[in-house]
Protein backbone atom coordinates (compact mmCIF):
# COMPACT_ATOMS: atom_id res chain seq x y z
CA UNK A 1 0.00 0.00 0.00
CA UNK A 2 1.58 3.11 -1.24
CA UNK A 3 -1.02 5.69 -0.26
CA UNK A 4 -1.18 6.26 3.55
CA UNK A 5 -3.09 9.19 3.20
CA UNK A 6 -6.33 9.07 5.45
CA UNK A 7 -7.96 12.50 3.76
CA UNK A 8 -11.23 11.46 1.38
CA UNK A 9 -10.94 8.61 -0.51
CA UNK A 10 -11.24 8.83 -4.48
CA UNK A 11 -11.88 5.94 -6.87
CA UNK A 12 -9.97 6.52 -10.66
CA UNK A 13 -11.25 4.43 -13.56
CA UNK A 14 -7.97 4.36 -15.99
CA UNK A 15 -4.20 4.43 -16.11
CA UNK A 16 -3.78 6.22 -18.86
CA UNK A 17 -1.90 9.51 -18.32
CA UNK A 18 -4.59 11.70 -17.35
CA UNK A 19 -5.58 8.79 -14.88
CA UNK A 20 -2.27 8.98 -13.23
CA UNK A 21 -1.80 12.71 -13.36
CA UNK A 22 -5.17 13.18 -11.76
CA UNK A 23 -3.89 10.70 -8.95
CA UNK A 24 -0.40 12.11 -8.68
CA UNK A 25 -2.16 15.41 -7.55
CA UNK A 26 -4.66 14.09 -5.57
CA UNK A 27 -2.56 11.83 -3.78
CA UNK A 28 0.26 14.46 -3.12
CA UNK A 29 -2.72 17.02 -1.53
CA UNK A 30 -3.80 14.45 1.02
CA UNK A 31 -6.77 12.47 -0.54
CA UNK A 32 -6.73 8.69 -0.52
CA UNK A 33 -6.72 7.94 -4.20
CA UNK A 34 -7.15 4.30 -5.81
CA UNK A 35 -6.76 3.98 -9.48
CA UNK A 36 -8.22 0.89 -11.60
CA UNK A 37 -7.12 -0.12 -15.29
CA UNK A 38 -8.53 -2.99 -17.38
CA UNK A 39 -5.13 -3.59 -19.00
CA UNK A 40 -2.24 -5.14 -17.21
CA UNK A 41 -0.01 -2.00 -17.14
CA UNK A 42 0.25 1.12 -17.05
CA UNK A 43 -0.21 4.33 -19.68
CA UNK A 44 -3.13 3.50 -21.82
CA UNK A 45 -2.84 5.19 -25.20
CA UNK A 46 0.99 5.97 -24.86
CA UNK A 47 1.63 2.63 -25.44
CA UNK A 48 4.06 0.21 -26.99
CA UNK A 49 3.89 -3.11 -28.19
CA UNK A 50 7.24 -5.89 -26.89
CA UNK A 51 7.67 -8.82 -29.41
CA UNK A 52 10.94 -10.71 -29.40
CA UNK A 53 13.61 -8.76 -30.26
CA UNK A 54 11.59 -6.23 -30.92
CA UNK A 55 9.20 -3.53 -29.51
CA UNK A 56 6.98 -0.52 -31.05
CA UNK A 57 5.12 2.72 -29.84
CA UNK A 58 1.75 1.54 -31.34
CA UNK A 59 -0.37 4.34 -29.76
CA UNK A 60 1.05 7.71 -29.39
CA UNK A 61 4.11 8.66 -31.82
CA UNK A 62 5.39 11.38 -30.00
CA UNK A 63 4.40 14.40 -27.82
CA UNK A 64 5.28 18.03 -27.64
CA UNK A 65 4.76 20.56 -24.50
CA UNK A 66 3.46 23.95 -24.89
CA UNK A 67 1.74 24.59 -21.27
CA UNK A 68 4.10 26.10 -18.94
CA UNK A 69 2.61 23.55 -16.63
CA UNK A 70 2.94 20.40 -18.60
CA UNK A 71 6.48 21.81 -19.11
CA UNK A 72 7.40 21.80 -15.69
CA UNK A 73 5.79 18.16 -15.92
CA UNK A 74 7.60 17.44 -18.68
CA UNK A 75 11.06 18.42 -17.08
CA UNK A 76 10.64 16.22 -14.02
CA UNK A 77 10.40 13.04 -17.08
CA UNK A 78 13.68 14.23 -18.42
CA UNK A 79 15.29 14.11 -15.24
CA UNK A 80 14.00 10.93 -13.85
CA UNK A 81 15.48 10.00 -17.73
CA UNK A 82 11.80 8.50 -18.79
CA UNK A 83 11.87 10.83 -21.73
CA UNK A 84 13.83 12.64 -24.35
CA UNK A 85 13.77 14.86 -27.42
CA UNK A 86 13.23 12.91 -30.57
CA UNK A 87 14.84 14.63 -33.68
CA UNK A 88 13.78 12.60 -36.69
CA UNK A 89 14.32 13.58 -40.26
CA UNK A 90 10.54 14.29 -41.22
CA UNK A 91 9.25 13.91 -44.75
CA UNK A 92 5.07 15.39 -45.93
CA UNK A 93 3.74 13.36 -48.71
CA UNK A 94 1.33 15.31 -50.35
CA UNK A 95 -0.12 15.63 -54.05
CA UNK A 96 1.30 12.67 -54.59
CA UNK A 97 4.94 14.30 -54.06
CA UNK A 98 7.27 13.87 -51.20
CA UNK A 99 8.90 16.66 -49.22
CA UNK A 100 10.82 17.87 -46.48
CA UNK A 101 8.77 18.96 -43.53
CA UNK A 102 9.51 22.56 -42.23
CA UNK A 103 8.48 21.56 -39.35
CA UNK A 104 10.32 23.16 -36.30
CA UNK A 105 8.53 21.51 -33.50
CA UNK A 106 10.31 19.83 -30.58
CA UNK A 107 8.85 16.56 -30.02
CA UNK A 108 9.16 14.01 -27.37
CA UNK A 109 8.75 10.45 -26.63
CA UNK A 110 9.14 8.55 -23.64
CA UNK A 111 12.10 6.28 -23.08
CA UNK A 112 13.09 3.49 -23.20
CA UNK A 113 9.71 2.96 -24.77
CA UNK A 114 6.41 5.35 -24.99
CA UNK A 115 4.82 4.17 -21.50
CA UNK A 116 7.60 4.79 -19.67
CA UNK A 117 6.14 8.30 -18.29
CA UNK A 118 3.19 6.15 -17.55
CA UNK A 119 4.80 3.68 -15.07
CA UNK A 120 6.95 6.49 -13.46
CA UNK A 121 3.79 7.67 -12.27
CA UNK A 122 2.37 4.51 -11.28
CA UNK A 123 4.96 3.49 -9.16
CA UNK A 124 4.27 5.99 -6.78
CA UNK A 125 0.26 5.05 -6.88
CA UNK A 126 -2.00 2.52 -5.77
CA UNK A 127 -3.21 0.62 -9.20
CA UNK A 128 -5.22 -2.11 -9.35
CA UNK A 129 -4.78 -3.45 -13.22
CA UNK A 130 -6.71 -6.41 -14.65
CA UNK A 131 -9.88 -4.39 -13.71
CA UNK A 132 -12.37 -3.77 -15.82
CA UNK A 133 -15.28 -1.64 -14.29
CA UNK A 134 -18.53 -2.30 -15.72
CA UNK A 135 -20.69 -0.86 -13.62
CA UNK A 136 -20.84 2.06 -10.67
CA UNK A 137 -23.34 2.93 -8.62
CA UNK A 138 -23.75 5.80 -6.42
CA UNK A 139 -25.68 5.69 -2.76
CA UNK A 140 -25.98 7.55 0.35
CA UNK A 141 -23.19 10.01 -0.90
CA UNK A 142 -20.62 6.92 -1.47
CA UNK A 143 -19.65 5.26 -4.68
CA UNK A 144 -19.12 1.70 -5.16
CA UNK A 145 -17.37 -0.36 -8.30
CA UNK A 146 -18.00 -3.79 -10.28
CA UNK A 147 -15.48 -5.23 -12.63
CA UNK A 148 -16.10 -7.87 -14.82
CA UNK A 149 -13.44 -9.73 -13.14
CA UNK A 150 -14.14 -9.61 -9.98
CA UNK A 151 -18.07 -8.61 -9.16
CA UNK A 152 -18.32 -6.50 -6.80
CA UNK A 153 -15.13 -4.53 -5.71
CA UNK A 154 -14.54 -3.70 -1.96
CA UNK A 155 -14.29 -0.26 -0.53
CA UNK A 156 -16.65 2.87 -0.74
CA UNK A 157 -15.09 6.53 -2.22
CA UNK A 158 -16.23 9.88 -1.61
CA UNK A 159 -15.12 10.80 -5.21
CA UNK A 160 -14.98 8.80 -8.50
CA UNK A 161 -12.66 10.05 -11.67
CA UNK A 162 -13.59 8.75 -14.83
CA UNK A 163 -10.11 9.13 -16.62
CA UNK A 164 -11.02 6.89 -20.10
CA UNK A 165 -12.22 7.81 -23.52
CA UNK A 166 -15.64 9.50 -23.87
CA UNK A 167 -17.79 6.52 -25.37
CA UNK A 168 -16.81 4.07 -22.13
CA UNK A 169 -17.02 7.01 -19.95
CA UNK A 170 -20.45 7.59 -20.79
CA UNK A 171 -21.25 3.75 -21.38
CA UNK A 172 -20.92 3.88 -16.97
CA UNK A 173 -22.19 7.45 -16.33
CA UNK A 174 -25.59 6.18 -18.18
CA UNK A 175 -25.65 4.15 -15.13
CA UNK A 176 -26.50 6.49 -12.76
CA UNK A 177 -27.90 9.82 -14.68
CA UNK A 178 -28.48 9.53 -18.66
CA UNK A 179 -28.36 13.15 -19.22
CA UNK A 180 -24.59 13.38 -18.44
CA UNK A 181 -23.88 12.21 -22.43
CA UNK A 182 -26.74 14.41 -23.72
CA UNK A 183 -25.06 17.09 -22.48
CA UNK A 184 -21.17 16.04 -23.10
CA UNK A 185 -20.94 13.80 -25.73
CA UNK A 186 -17.96 13.95 -27.78
CA UNK A 187 -16.88 11.66 -31.03
CA UNK A 188 -14.00 9.33 -31.24
CA UNK A 189 -12.21 8.00 -34.37
CA UNK A 190 -10.60 4.69 -34.43
CA UNK A 191 -6.90 4.16 -35.52
CA UNK A 192 -5.74 0.97 -37.67
CA UNK A 193 -1.94 0.41 -36.94
CA UNK A 194 0.49 -1.58 -38.42
CA UNK A 195 3.57 -2.84 -37.14
CA UNK A 196 6.34 -3.94 -39.43
CA UNK A 197 9.08 -5.60 -38.10
CA UNK A 198 12.58 -6.09 -40.27
CA UNK A 199 15.71 -8.58 -40.29
CA UNK A 200 17.69 -5.96 -41.83
CA UNK A 201 17.21 -2.16 -41.76
CA UNK A 202 15.66 -0.13 -44.49
CA UNK A 203 16.96 2.47 -46.70
CA UNK A 204 14.20 4.62 -46.61
CA UNK A 205 15.49 8.58 -46.95
CA UNK A 206 13.42 9.36 -43.75
CA UNK A 207 12.44 8.58 -39.96
CA UNK A 208 9.00 9.50 -40.12
CA UNK A 209 6.33 10.87 -42.61
CA UNK A 210 3.05 12.33 -42.46
CA UNK A 211 1.26 11.51 -45.25
CA UNK A 212 -2.13 12.90 -47.13
CA UNK A 213 -4.57 11.81 -49.52
CA UNK A 214 -3.82 8.32 -48.92
CA UNK A 215 -5.81 5.63 -46.47
CA UNK A 216 -2.18 5.63 -44.41
CA UNK A 217 -1.72 9.01 -42.50
CA UNK A 218 1.80 8.24 -40.36
CA UNK A 219 4.84 5.89 -41.00
CA UNK A 220 7.50 6.07 -38.71
CA UNK A 221 11.23 4.14 -38.04
CA UNK A 222 10.50 2.91 -34.08
CA UNK A 223 14.44 2.88 -33.89
CA UNK A 224 15.06 6.59 -34.66
CA UNK A 225 14.10 7.21 -31.59
CA UNK A 226 16.45 7.21 -28.34
CA UNK A 227 17.46 4.10 -27.36
CA UNK A 228 15.06 1.66 -28.82
CA UNK A 229 16.81 -1.37 -29.18
CA UNK A 230 16.40 -4.82 -31.42
CA UNK A 231 15.14 -5.16 -34.78
CA UNK A 232 14.32 -2.38 -36.89
CA UNK A 233 10.53 -1.89 -36.57
CA UNK A 234 8.24 0.67 -38.55
CA UNK A 235 4.71 1.78 -37.12
CA UNK A 236 2.39 2.76 -40.00
CA UNK A 237 -1.08 4.37 -38.68
CA UNK A 238 -4.16 4.55 -41.14
CA UNK A 239 -6.02 7.73 -40.92
CA UNK A 240 -8.70 8.60 -38.07
CA UNK A 241 -11.65 8.64 -41.15
CA UNK A 242 -10.39 5.32 -43.11
CA UNK A 243 -9.78 3.53 -40.08
CA UNK A 244 -13.04 4.84 -39.02
CA UNK A 245 -14.93 3.72 -41.97
CA UNK A 246 -13.52 0.64 -42.03
CA UNK A 247 -13.56 0.01 -37.96
CA UNK A 248 -15.22 -3.01 -38.06
CA UNK A 249 -12.70 -4.71 -41.29
CA UNK A 250 -11.31 -8.14 -40.77
CA UNK A 251 -7.87 -7.36 -39.25
CA UNK A 252 -5.89 -9.31 -42.31
CA UNK A 253 -7.97 -7.47 -44.85
CA UNK A 254 -7.26 -4.09 -43.02
CA UNK A 255 -2.79 -4.96 -42.78
CA UNK A 256 -3.38 -5.97 -46.58
CA UNK A 257 -4.93 -2.63 -47.59
CA UNK A 258 -2.44 -0.42 -45.67
CA UNK A 259 0.61 -2.35 -46.27
CA UNK A 260 -0.64 -2.11 -50.03
CA UNK A 261 -0.37 1.68 -49.07
CA UNK A 262 2.87 1.45 -47.87
CA UNK A 263 4.22 -0.38 -50.89
CA UNK A 264 3.23 2.66 -52.83
CA UNK A 265 4.58 4.87 -50.63
CA UNK A 266 8.10 2.91 -50.96
CA UNK A 267 7.53 0.68 -47.59
CA UNK A 268 7.35 -2.60 -48.60
CA UNK A 269 7.11 -4.87 -45.76
CA UNK A 270 7.00 -8.41 -47.95
CA UNK A 271 9.85 -9.68 -46.04
CA UNK A 272 8.89 -8.12 -42.52
CA UNK A 273 6.93 -9.78 -39.44
CA UNK A 274 2.90 -8.08 -38.97
CA UNK A 275 1.28 -7.34 -36.36
CA UNK A 276 -2.48 -5.27 -36.03
CA UNK A 277 -3.58 -3.32 -33.92
CA UNK A 278 -7.05 -1.96 -33.78
CA UNK A 279 -7.17 1.23 -31.61
CA UNK A 280 -11.59 1.68 -31.54
CA UNK A 281 -10.86 5.07 -29.32
CA UNK A 282 -7.81 6.54 -30.86
CA UNK A 283 -8.47 10.44 -30.97
CA UNK A 284 -11.10 12.63 -29.92
CA UNK A 285 -11.91 16.06 -29.82
CA UNK A 286 -9.72 18.55 -31.32
CA UNK A 287 -11.26 21.37 -28.92
CA UNK A 288 -9.25 22.96 -26.18
CA UNK A 289 -12.61 23.66 -23.99
CA UNK A 290 -14.03 22.52 -21.36
CA UNK A 291 -11.08 21.07 -19.85
CA UNK A 292 -12.46 18.90 -17.38
CA UNK A 293 -16.23 18.14 -15.86
CA UNK A 294 -17.43 18.12 -12.51
CA UNK A 295 -20.52 17.22 -11.21
CA UNK A 296 -20.71 17.99 -8.26
CA UNK A 297 -24.07 17.18 -7.00
CA UNK A 298 -23.02 13.22 -7.42
CA UNK A 299 -19.38 13.84 -6.63
CA UNK A 300 -18.11 13.03 -10.25
CA UNK A 301 -15.20 13.96 -12.18
CA UNK A 302 -14.53 13.28 -16.06
CA UNK A 303 -10.85 14.11 -17.56
CA UNK A 304 -9.08 13.12 -20.45
CA UNK A 305 -7.46 13.96 -23.61
CA UNK A 306 -11.13 14.28 -25.54
CA UNK A 307 -11.89 16.98 -22.99
CA UNK A 308 -9.03 19.31 -23.81
CA UNK A 309 -7.68 19.04 -27.42
CA UNK A 310 -7.02 15.21 -28.31
CA UNK A 311 -3.60 14.86 -27.31
CA UNK A 312 -0.61 13.68 -24.47
CA UNK A 313 -0.04 17.06 -23.55
CA UNK A 314 -4.01 17.73 -23.09
CA UNK A 315 -4.62 14.61 -21.01
CA UNK A 316 -2.48 15.81 -18.59
CA UNK A 317 -4.05 19.43 -18.55
CA UNK A 318 -6.93 17.94 -18.33
CA UNK A 319 -6.21 15.72 -15.01
CA UNK A 320 -4.15 18.77 -13.40
CA UNK A 321 -7.08 21.27 -13.86
CA UNK A 322 -9.64 18.19 -12.43
CA UNK A 323 -7.38 17.65 -9.29
CA UNK A 324 -7.05 21.32 -8.81
CA UNK A 325 -11.21 21.56 -9.03
CA UNK A 326 -11.95 18.39 -6.94
CA UNK A 327 -9.52 19.94 -3.85
CA UNK A 328 -10.89 23.62 -4.33
CA UNK A 329 -14.05 22.19 -3.83
CA UNK A 330 -13.44 19.45 -1.24
CA UNK A 331 -12.51 20.06 2.59
CA UNK A 332 -9.75 18.11 3.87
P1 LIG B 1 -6.05 6.69 -22.33
O1 LIG B 1 -4.60 6.68 -22.59
O2 LIG B 1 -6.95 6.04 -23.34
O3 LIG B 1 -6.28 6.03 -20.91
C1 LIG B 1 -7.51 5.46 -20.52
C2 LIG B 1 -7.23 4.20 -19.72
O4 LIG B 1 -8.46 3.73 -19.18
C3 LIG B 1 -6.66 3.07 -20.59
O5 LIG B 1 -5.50 2.55 -19.96
C4 LIG B 1 -7.79 2.03 -20.61
O6 LIG B 1 -7.31 0.71 -20.65
C5 LIG B 1 -8.51 2.33 -19.30
N1 LIG B 1 -9.93 1.98 -19.29
C6 LIG B 1 -10.87 2.26 -20.23
N2 LIG B 1 -12.08 1.79 -19.82
C7 LIG B 1 -11.89 1.21 -18.61
C8 LIG B 1 -12.75 0.55 -17.69
N3 LIG B 1 -14.08 0.40 -17.93
N4 LIG B 1 -12.22 0.06 -16.53
C9 LIG B 1 -10.89 0.21 -16.26
N5 LIG B 1 -10.03 0.82 -17.11
C10 LIG B 1 -10.52 1.33 -18.26
N6 LIG B 1 -1.06 12.04 -28.89
C11 LIG B 1 -0.01 12.87 -29.10
O7 LIG B 1 0.20 13.82 -28.34
N7 LIG B 1 0.86 12.64 -30.14
C12 LIG B 1 0.71 11.59 -31.00
O8 LIG B 1 1.55 11.36 -31.87
C13 LIG B 1 -0.40 10.73 -30.84
N8 LIG B 1 -0.63 9.69 -31.67
C14 LIG B 1 -1.60 8.79 -31.40
C15 LIG B 1 -1.75 7.67 -32.19
C16 LIG B 1 -2.67 6.68 -31.88
C17 LIG B 1 -2.82 5.48 -32.75
C18 LIG B 1 -3.46 6.82 -30.72
C19 LIG B 1 -4.40 5.72 -30.31
C20 LIG B 1 -3.35 7.97 -29.93
C21 LIG B 1 -2.44 8.97 -30.26
N9 LIG B 1 -2.30 10.12 -29.49
C22 LIG B 1 -1.27 10.98 -29.72
C23 LIG B 1 -3.26 10.45 -28.45
C24 LIG B 1 -2.72 10.14 -27.04
O9 LIG B 1 -2.27 8.81 -26.99
C25 LIG B 1 -3.83 10.37 -26.05
O10 LIG B 1 -4.26 11.73 -26.18
C26 LIG B 1 -3.46 10.16 -24.58
O11 LIG B 1 -2.58 9.09 -24.42
C27 LIG B 1 -4.78 9.95 -23.85
O12 LIG B 1 -4.57 9.71 -22.48
P2 LIG B 1 -5.84 9.45 -21.53
O13 LIG B 1 -5.31 9.14 -20.19
O14 LIG B 1 -6.81 10.57 -21.69
O15 LIG B 1 -6.58 8.17 -22.16
Not at 12 to 24: E, H
Amino acid sequence: MLNHNTGPTIAIIGAGLAGLSCATQLQAKGFKVQVFEKSRGPSGRMSTRNGEGWSADHGAQYFMARDPLFMDELNTWLTAGVAAKWHPHLKVYEDGQWRESASNDQRYVGIPSMNSPGKYLAKNLDVIYSQTIHSIAHKNGKWTLSSLENGKLEGQFDFLVLAIPSPQAFALTNLVDQSIEAKNQVDMLGCWTVMAVFNEKQSIPFDAAFINGEIISWISRNNSKPQREGQESWTIHANPQWSQEWIELDKDEASKQILECAKRLGLDCQHAAISIHRWRYASGSTVANPGFKVFEDIQLGLCGDWLHGGRVEGAWLSAYRLANAITAQTTL
